[in-house]
């Protein structure tokens, strides 16, 4: 069983960042001289998954699965990421719109848990009338 806080349950080697770095790796040291950017900073898929796992042995069945579609939107682009976020508000996409976010997700990022997650939002936004 993985222990919550990760940081202090797991040796440091363990737990990665985006770019590989470890925790150990990510102090004021390496910061000030360079060899930090801020990839190195962002968290990994493995990561998330494990935050996850703690949730689900918790009980915690929704934030286990929020855990796992941020996990799935690890390696789409912050940019696209904010697009996404903004297609998604109310009035603001058509069906088909959000049809193709459902398809990038799947195809290019194979985020299945997200793209399901759109497709939900889907069939909500048609029930209450809120699609552009």
């Known amino acids: 069983m993985i222990k919550y806080p990760l940081s202090q349950n797991m040796p440091g ?13 990510i102090n004021i040291n390496n910061i000030l001289d360079g060899k930090i950017t801020a ?3 962002k968290i990994s898929k493995e990561t998330l ?4 796992e703690i949730a689900s042995e918790a009980g915690r069945t929704q934030l286990n699965d929020n855990f796992v579609r941020a996990s799935e939107l690890i ?4 940019k696209e990421l904010l697009e ?9 996409s058509t069906k088909s719109e959000l049809l193709e976010i459902v398809r990038r997700l799947d195809e290019k990022y194979n985020a299945t ?5 759109v497709l939900d939002a ?3 936004y048609e029930k209450r009338g809120i699609l552009k």
Not at 49 to 52: P, S
Not at 75 to 78: L, Q
Not at 85 to 92: A, F, G, H, S, V
């Open 84 to 92: 996404i976020y903004e297609k998604l508000r109310p009035n603001r």
């Open 113 to 117: 848990h997200c793209s399901k997650l």
């Open 75 to 78: 390696e789409v682009p912050d």
């Open 122 to 124: 889907i069939q909500v």
């Open 13 to 25: 080697q363990q737990i990665k960042s985006k770019t590989g770095k470890s925790l150990e790796d």
């Open 49 to 52: 998954i494990m935050q996850g």
């Open 39 to 41: 990839d190195d900073i």
